[in-house]
Structures are given as structure tokens and as C-alpha cells.
């Protein structure tokens, strides 16, 4: 019976149904590899063994048929087995992973590929891969031409085992392990993917990074791609030895990718001096100022010099090689107006309070800073910043209502030009709209207070322009003689935090969100100078003396301040320390020192020349230090912040640092505003028995001078004036 019955898949073996049916002249039917994929040929013979109770059979082939491609080819579990091709996919499994993380962890992990991709090219040719080894450099290099080109021509002639051993590049890598400081979060984040990734390449990476790489976990934050840790430990005098050399990257004589050489060791030769005057004005204000003296016939105070005299020997500026040129940076010519501002300002140097030792001062000697402070009221909590003109007459503030407010700290009427309103009622204060957004800062055009005999043919030294920038976007320059916007400049992309005119006027800085400082030039509508290295955003910005060079300090992650030359728009110095969100800068007037401050109260002092860190000062309380200003003979420092206090520091460097006042504390008392208890030698007021602890104490190192608290006022901005008295700009917040 059963050589008449029809043979088929379920009734015996494929073979016996296909010998019948051609023994009675039937067509066969076509071959599985003919007609049916890999994949359908498998599930029928799965059908049969599971329909005769092969049940083991049936469950080896379904495991054994579940690793092959629908080719029939096997599909290989470890990354080990497919060769050469491991190294490719290991790289590009990385690649992939470091562009897909976020953007606070991007420009760490962007120090990885490099050594991989080092790595795994000497491995392949070690291996005698050689064509293997060519398409990998062929693939990859390209994207390192821009920071190791010099090596790559290195790395590309090495195509045999013998050459990898006798190079010194390829022995300097082989022979000693690759630095990596890693976030410690990072570090961990970075395993978890790469075992959870182990046979798509991951175990490739870990092979690569056990075998020839040292990884450091760091405690601090994620850092740029250039890594500038070997900058700062070979700028404090640390080198290999100091404390972070532990954060050190890369191999000690190879390049680590800071492609600006003179950033490496931080000693890049730097002009700090003064510009020099330009002739015709400096001509000027000499004639000028003879004119002074002639007019002054009363005998001079003992100690008193004229003003010719002291613009000879303080005030005068000689083009030299320690001062920028003025062919470097071109200024407009100058007018009758900058002629007064300069004669003024001899006059104010001469006649001004003069701080010359401030240790006389902490030890009661010398008379102390005085502070004027100018508190608003019902704001609301909406100022955002405060800003006082050079001359003193004004003060400006920045809202979250998008608008800005103008008054005259005096009281008197502000003028305007507009004939339109000429006869309007006079008023002490004008507001300024324009913004779509908050606006974050406020910025007087340079000013200073007119002379006493002026007459209407004198030109007005009076502040003209303001310039304020918003969260819009966008910078905008205000006439203060018609209270228009004049300008509005574009080239930011999101919030713009800071803005900063220039100290000769002409040129301004900003920065932004976009984590680039700019610097614009009035009469263009474009930015003439773009700085970008920065990895968060940019929050800070300052000016040198001198107008060559721009300060910035980037916050969240960075926490780094860079200091730019406005000629090049390359980095010169970069200092690195703080642990918090920086949040105040400024050049001291002599040009060779830099004040930071951060959120967390402490203030770094550094020294521009040598890329140094000078000391560290603390007493403000955590919240944030907003504002600094140095003395006009920067030996003296004021600072006020969100603690509620005005403090003055200063600045030499102490004796012994390490030396504190154990009867010196500051309490909070659970306030938002501080309260120096102990001064001095005063005695500490003795405990109350069981009263209750509000807030902790904070240490006051030895080179605060004075603290002046507020109540419940947050202190938005400090300035010394050109006579060394101290104003301050706070907002009372009940």
C-alpha cells in the first residue's frame, strides 16, 4: 500500500517519497535551495522532528539554526572570532556611543578615540594585518588631521612588525601606558555600555583600555577635550609630583591636542602694560594742562605736585614693548571730548584718597574704605543687575520685565534732546524698552565727572550710550541724549549674560549661552572678534586695563576663566580652581592681576604674568560673590554678594596664610544677610545656654579688612571710584 500512497515531507524521509514518485514518471518537485529560503527549509524539518517527537533533536536545531543568517552562514557570538573586522567595529561601536551621550559628557569622552584609534592601528600591523591595518588608518584618520596631523605622518609609514618596535612614536605609545582622567560617573557609565555591548565590539575597547591605557577616576567635573590639567599643575609649579598629577592626560612626550603650543606651559609672553597715548592727544592734554597750572597761582600743599608734573610721571604712556601698539588695535581719532576726560582724570589722580597700604589700614593706622550704598526698594525681587556710570550721576538696572530703568543719583532731572519732549515734566529716572526678554546686564560708555568751571562751549563728558544685553538674543546700545535704541546687534544664539564696554570706549564685549565671547566694534554690526573654547556657557566677562585682552569664565561643568588676546583671538593663559559656578571677574587697574570669584564665597587671586594662582580669600557665605573692584592702586579689593555684605580684602599676599583669628567668625544667624560678629580683639560674646544653632559659622581668612553687612539686602554690585570711595548698588528683599 504504500508504494501507491503519495510520499511526502510528514510520511518518511524526503529522499523515499522523491525515488517513488519518479519511478511512476511524476515531475519532482524543485530542489528547497531553488524555490525556498535557508530559513523556511529549516522551519519545515523543525515541523517534521516535532511531528514524529524528536523533541531533542527538534530543540538542538532550533538553537544551533537561531545563530545562522538567511544565507545559511553562521553567525559568530564573539567579537574575537570575526578577525581583524573587531577593531573596526569596536572603534565605530564607540564612535557612535560618544555622539549619542549628552553634551556635558561629550568633550570628556572625546579624548577616548584618539588612543583607541592608536591603539588598535599597531595592534593590526603587530599582527601582520597589514591591509587590514591601512583600510582602518585610511577610515578613521581623517577626523585627527586638525590636532595630530604630525603624528599621523608618523603612524602612516609604519607598515611592518619590525618598524612598530623600532619607531620612537610607536615605541613611546606601546612602552607606556595612556593617561585618560575620567569623571568617575563617566568612567562607570562608559563599562556599563561597553559590557552590556561586549560581542558588537565593547570587549574590543575594554581589551584596548586595560592593556594600554591607565584610567584615572577624577572627582570633579566632566572637562574639555584639550584637557588643560598639565597646563595648571605645570603653572602652580606642581609639575609631576604636585597633588593633580594624577589628572594629568596622555603619555609624557606626546602630544595631547592643545593645538595653541604657548597655551602648553602657560607662559606665553603677555603685554600688560599701559597703551600707549596717542600723540596728538597726549599733546593736547599737556598744553592743556600747562594752561592749569598757569591759571593756579596759589602755592601748592606740601606733598601736592602739578599737573603737569603728574602727568609726566604717573599718567603719561610711552609706546614700549610692555604696553600694546596702538597700530595694533585701531581707535578713532580723538576728539575735544577725550581731551577733558583725560585732563579730569589727572586731576582725580592727583586729589584722590590713595590707598597705599592696606595693612595700615586693617591694623586701624590708615582710615578705612568708605562704602556709599544705594538700596531699591519694592523691586519684587525683579532687578536683575545694577550698573553706575564713571561719573557717579548715574545708575541703570536690568529687569525680568524685559525693560530697563535709568536714574540720576542726585536727583536732578535726566535732559534730553528730543525736541518732542522738551516739554514734558522733568524727571530723575527713564525707562528703556526694547528687550522681549529679561535683561541680565547694563553697560555705561567710559565717563567722568566734567570740570567745576565748565562752560557751554566745553564738550560734555557725560556718559552718551548704554548698552544692555537679554535673553532675546540680542545686544542693544541706548542713547542717553534721546533715550532711543540706536542699534541692535545680532550674532548670539540663545541669552546673552554679560556685556562690557571697553575702557577706551569703541569696542564692547559679550558673551552668551552659545558658549562663545565676542567683541564688537560700534560702528559695525557684525562682531569683529569671535573667541570659542569654552565647553559650557559663558556667564563672565572682564576687560584688561589696557583693552588687549578679554577675560572669560564659563560656568556649570568648564569652571574655567580663559584670558583671550583681542589682536590674535587665540587663548593666552587659562586658569582652572574653582569648584562652583563662577560668578564675578575683574582685572585689577595695573594689569597684572585677575580677581574671580564664585557661588560658593571664595575669591581666587591670580598673576597674569606667570599663569599663577596668587591666594585664595573667604568669608562671604554661600549664594554667590556678584561683583569685585579693585583700588585704583589695586591694593585693595571690594566684594559684595548675595550674603548681604560688602567686604574688603587685601590683596598682598600675608605672611603667614595660614595664620587665622580664632576669635573671627561670621554667623548667618538663619538671615539671608551676614554680621560679622568678632573683630579685632574685641571679645566673643559668651553662648547662651541651650540656644539654638541657626546657621554655621564660616572661616574668615587673615586678609579681610573690613565686612560691612546689609539687612536682608543682596549686594548686586561693588565699584571703586576713580577717588577710591566705594559705591554699591543692593536691593532690599524683606
Not at 583600555?209 to 598639565?230: I, K
Not at 576728539?335 to 583725560?342: K, L, P
Not at 532687578?383 to 561719573?391: E, G, L, N, P, Y
Request: with cysteine; glycine share 8%; hydrophobic share 35%.
Amino acid at each position: 500500500m504504500s508504494s501507491h500512497q503519495p510520499q511526502g515531507p510528514g510520511n518518511g524521509p524526503p529522499s523515499a517519497g522523491m525515488s517513488i514518485q519518479h519511478q511512476q514518471g511524476i515531475q519532482p518537485p524543485p530542489q528547497p535551495s531553488q524555490s525556498m529560503s535557508q530559513q523556511n527549509l529549516n522551519q519545515i524539518v523543525i515541523e517534521y522532528l516535532v511531528k514524529k517527537g524528536y523533541m531533542r533533536t527538534e530543540q538542538t536545531l532550533r538553537q544551533e539554526s537561531a545563530h545562522l543568517d538567511k544565507d545559511g552562514r553562521p553567525i559568530h557570538n564573539h567579537i574575537e572570532e570575526l578577525g581583524n573586522i573587531k577593531y573596526t567595529r569596536g572603534y565605530k561601536l564607540l564612535c557612535g556611543w560618544i555622539d549619542q551621550n549628552l553634551d556635558l559628557y561629550k568633550f570628556e569622552l572625546n579624548r577616548l578615540p584618539w588612543p583607541i584609534f592608536v591603539y588598535s592601528y599597531l595592534d593590526l600591523i603587530i599582527t601582520d594585518a597589514v591591509d587590514d591595518g591601512e583600510s582602518f588608518f585610511r577610515e578613521f584618520s581623517p577626523e585627527f588631521e586638525k590636532l595630530h596631523a604630525d603624528e599621523l605622518r608618523v603612524f602612516e609609514t609604519i607598515k611592518l612588525r619590525s618598524q612598530v618596535f623600532e619607531n620612537s612614536t610607536a615605541k613611546l605609545y606601546r612602552n607606556t601606558k595612556y593617561l585618560l582622567p575620567l569623571n568617575k560617573n563617566v568612567y562607570f557609565n562608559l563599562l556599563t555600555f561597553l559590557e552590556s555591548n561586549a560581542n558588537s565590539g565593547g570587549t574590543v575597547i575594554i581589551y584596548l583600555l586595560q592593556t594600554y591605557c591607565e584610567v584615572r577616576e577624577t572627582e570633579r567635573g566632566p572637562m574639555d577635550q584639550y584637557s588643560f590639567e598639565a597646563i595648571i599643575n605645570q603653572a602652580r609649579g606642581l609639575g609631576s609630583e604636585g597633588d593633580d598629577a594624577g589628572l594629568q592626560e596622555g603619555i609624557p612626550g606626546a602630544f595631547t591636542g592643545v593645538t595653541n603650543r604657548d597655551i602648553m606651559d602657560n607662559t606665553a609672553a603677555l603685554k600688560l602694560g599701559p597703551m600707549a597715548m596717542d600723540p596728538d592727544l597726549a599733546s593736547d592734554v599737556r598744553a592743556e594742562l600747562e594752561e592749569e597750572d598757569r591759571l593756579n597761582t596759589a602755592p601748592l600743599p606740601e606733598g601736592k605736585s602739578s599737573l603737569v608734573d603728574e602727568f609726566d610721571r604717573n599718567i603719561k604712556r610711552e609706546d614700549s614693548a610692555d604696553g600694546p601698539s596702538r597700530t595694533e588695535i585701531p581707535y578713532p581719532a580723538s576728539r575735544a571730548r577725550d581731551v577733558i576726560m583725560e585732563v579730569q582724570k589727572i586731576k582725580e589722580n592727583r586729589d584722590r584718597f590713595r590707598i597705599d597700604n592696606a595693612t595700615e589700614m586693617k591694623t586701624g593706622i590708615a582710615p578705612g574704605v568708605s562704602i556709599c550704598m544705594f538700596t531699591f526698594h519694592n523691586t519684587l525681587d525683579s532687578i536683575t543687575c545694577v550698573q553706575f556710570s564713571d561719573d557717579n550721576n548715574l545708575v541703570a538696572v536690568g529687569t525680568q520685565e524685559s525693560y530697563i530703568r535709568v536714574w540720576n543719583l542726585h536727583g536732578d532731572p535726566l535732559p534730553t534732546k528730543v525736541r518732542s519732549a522738551l516739554n514734558d515734566p522733568p524727571a530723575s529716572s527713564r525707562r528703556l524698552i526694547g528687550h522681549s526678554g529679561p535683561v541680565y546686564e547694563v553697560s555705561f560708555s567710559p565717563s567722568i565727572e566734567g570740570p567745576a568751571n565748565a562752560d557751554e562751549n566745553t564738550p560734555a563728558t557725560n556718559p552718551r550710550l548704554l548698552l544692555s544685553c537679554s535673553a532675546d538674543g540680542t545686544i542693544r546700545l541706548w542713547s542717553l541724549e534721546t533715550w532711543t535704541c540706536l542699534v541692535v546687534y545680532k550674532g548670539h544664539e540663545g541669552p546673552v549674560w554679560q556685556v562690557k564696554w571697553g575702557p577706551f570706549g569703541h569696542y564692547f564685549a559679550t558673551c552668551g549661552w552659545d558658549r562663545t565671547v565676542r567683541v564688537w566694534a560700534q560702528d559695525h554690526i557684525s562682531c569683529v572678534r569671535m573667541m570659542v573654547g569654552h565647553d559650557t556657557s559663558v556667564n563672565q566677562i572682564a576687560w584688561h586695563p589696557n583693552g588687549a585682552y578679554v577675560f572669560s569664565a564659563s560656568d556649570q561643568a568648564d569652571k574655567s576663566i580663559r584670558m583671550w588676546s583681542f589682536v590674535s583671538g587665540e587663548c593666552v593663559r587659562v586658569f582652572t580652581g574653582h569648584s562652583d559656578t563662577l560668578s564675578a571677574l575683574e582685572c585689577s587697574p595695573n594689569g597684572r592681576i585677575l580677581a574671580s570669584a564664585d557661588q560658593s564665597g571664595t575669591i581666587f587671586l591670580w598673576d597674569l604674568e606667570h599663569g599663577k594662582q596668587i591666594k585664595r580669600c573667604r568669608g562671604h557665605h554661600k549664594g554667590g560673590i556678584w561683583s569685585l573692584s579693585f583700588s585704583i592702586e589695586t591694593s585693595v579689593l571690594c566684594s559684595g554678594g548675595a550674603d548681604g555684605t560688602v567686604r574688603v580684602w587685601d590683596v598682598a599676599v600675608p605672611a603667614d596664610p595660614h595664620k587665622v583669628d580664632r576669635n573671627e567668625t561670621v554667623a548667618t544667624g538663619g538671615q539671608a544677610d551676614a554680621t560679622r560678629i568678632n573683630a579685632g580683639n574685641q571679645p566673643a560674646a559668651p553662648a547662651t545656654v541651650g540656644a539654638k544653632k541657626k546657621g554655621k559659622d564660616t572661616m574668615i581668612t587673615p586678609d579681610q579688612i573690613s565686612a560691612f553687612p546689609t539687612k536682608k539686602s543682596p549686594v548686586y554690585k561693588v565699584k571703586f571710584t576713580r577717588m577710591n570711595l566705594v559705591v554699591a548698588g543692593s536691593c532690599f528683599l524683606p
